[in-house]
């Protein structure tokens, strides 16, 4: 069984943005089998035990997400243009975005939960191609499913385009799992968890069980223990979002899972920022994205040493001004 470390954990909208590097879990020492111990060990009990919700309690959930995708949209934000105008942006203000989205993390495991406590980390993204695939509790109805695999399928197209990363939609051997699902759906996912993730930590088991009302979505990357690069990712998003609130839980979660694990309040126009402004990954993003898989950027590296590069990259893209 391959031990996993977990690096990130990151959760979207900006109502609670989780981003977070755990202690790596060592592989267990192996021992000749004449000299193992002969006394058993019994396996761990279940790392989260969480009561399913009444049908009330769930239709309850729906009019509060319906609601609240109303108010943001009465107040002018989840923004669906990409910026425009009125979101002027510099080469010194893209490369300071990106180093703090993709070289912070907010959030840190102490073991069982997760805490706030802003830390810088090192860059990491994936390295090999992406096999994304997209799994459905049973509470979700056949006719969103339909639509929730054409919005990923979209996305991943665009996400592999503005990259230059090999993301395909696939179900053989998938590295990168999108998982809708329903309240009750995600509180009864730990066996699957542990199947998607051999060795996953209890922190990120709880993370996403116990996903709190005012955290939308979640994403939780995981690399090999001391090493920086992506290999597999878990993106859950709820089935109780209106259209709007759960493609934009697509858009953030989804990017967030390649490597910007951050939000900053000064990154404009930008859907890594907990304002809600902007719903939909803008040109300001996707040139975050394309900073990060530059290759004269490597996996690893530390704030100090990326943050020089991402600003000889960014006066490239923007021409040296205002974009």
């Keep these: ?5 977990v690096k990130k954990v990151v959760g979207g909208l900006g109502l609670l943005a989780l981003s977070a590097c755990a202690p790596t879990i060592a592989p267990q020492a192996t021992t000749p089998s004449a000299q193992r111990p002969q006394t058993r ?39 669906l243009d990409g910026g425009g105008p009125d979101t002027p942006f510099t ?5 300071r975005n990106f180093v703090r989205i993709a070289l912070f993390d907010e959030y840190v495991s102490d073991g069982l939960d997760l805490r706030a406590s802003p830390t810088a980390s090192n860059l990491r993204r994936w390295e090999k191609p992406v ?12 006719t969103q499913r339909a639509k929730d695999r ?24 998938p590295n990168y799992h999108v998982l809708f699902m329903g309240e009750n759906d995600r509180r009864a996912s730990e066996a699957r968890l542990r199947e998607i993730v051999p060795g996953i930590a209890p922190s990120s088991l709880r993370a996403i069980i116990n996903l709190p009302r005012d955290q939308l979505c ?23 979002h209106p259209d709007l609130l759960r493609k934009s839980c697509i858009h ?10 951050n939000d900053s309040p000064a990154a404009r126009p930008s859907i890594f920022n907990d304002d809600e402004e902007f719903g939909l990954l803008t040109t300001h993003d996707e040139l975050l994205l394309k900073m990060l898989y530059d ?9 100090e040493q990326a943050a020089p590069i991402a600003q000889i990259i960014a006066t490239e893209m923007t021409g040296g001004g205002a974009s």
């Design 1 to 5: 069984m391959m031990q996993w470390g």
């Design 150 to 173: 054409a919005e990923v399928d979209a996305y991943a197209k665009r996400l592999s385009r503005v990259t230059g990363l090999p993301i395909t939609m696939t179900d053989n051997a």
């Design 218 to 240: 979640i994403v939780v990357a995981f690399s090999e223990p001391g090493k920086s690069e992506y290999v597999k990712a878990v993106a859950v998003i709820r089935d109780e």
């Design 295 to 303: 290759r004269r950027l490597q996996s690893g590296m530390t704030p």
């Design 252 to 261: 953030e979660e989804l990017a967030q899972g390649l490597g910007l694990a």
């Design 131 to 142: 096999r994304m695939s997209v799994e459905f509790g049973d509470q979700v109805p056949a």
């Design 91 to 95: 080469d010194t203000q893209l490369a």
């Design 41 to 79: 060990v019994a396996p761990p009990p279940p790392a989260v035990i969480v009561a399913p919700k009444s049908d009330s309690e769930v239709d309850a959930l729906r009019l509060y997400y319906q609601r609240l995708q109303n108010d943001l949209n009465t107040r002018g934000l989840l923004r």
